[in-house]
């Protein structure tokens, strides 16, 4: 079992940053793949960042070269920078935990209770 505790969303306004953390109830460290996820009014959950435990990373494309997720095993915790923010990144951002790497396009593992993010001016 692991607890999962999002934390830095907000309102910002377009174009603005935003730095997105979760903290782990335990060691992140092993096999594992620690991801963001967000979920808009009407829309489905989907992937937007996700990085294993050996340092590889993926991005849905509408935000790469914007986010970048990292992650320290020291502190249990995985961080989601976010830029050039626009409207249509408004969503819930929920943080997930898999053993593993790799379909995530499946809703599986541990996840966040969320942080809503709003961009709007």
């Known amino acids: 079992q692991v607890q999962l505790v999002e934390s830095g969303g907000g309102l910002v306004q377009p174009g603005g940053s935003l730095r997105l953390s979760c903290a782990a109830s335990r060691s992140i460290f092993g096999l594992n793949t620690m991801g963001w996820y967000r979920q808009a009014p009407g829309k489905q959950r989907e992937l937007v960042a996700a990085?294993?435990?050996?340092?590889?990373?993926v991005y849905a494309d509408s935000v790469k070269g914007r986010f970048t997720i990292s992650r320290d095993n020291a502190k249990n915790t995985v961080y989601l920078q976010m830029n050039s923010l626009n409207p249509e990144d408004t969503a819930v951002y929920y943080c997930?935990?898999?053993?593993?790497?790799?379909?995530?396009?499946?809703?599986?593992?541990?996840w966040g209770q969320g942080t809503q993010v709003t961009v709007s001016s």
């Open positions: 997930n935990h898999r053993s593993g790497s790799g379909n995530y396009n499946y809703m599986i593992g541990f």
């Open positions: 990085m294993t435990s050996g340092g590889s990373t």
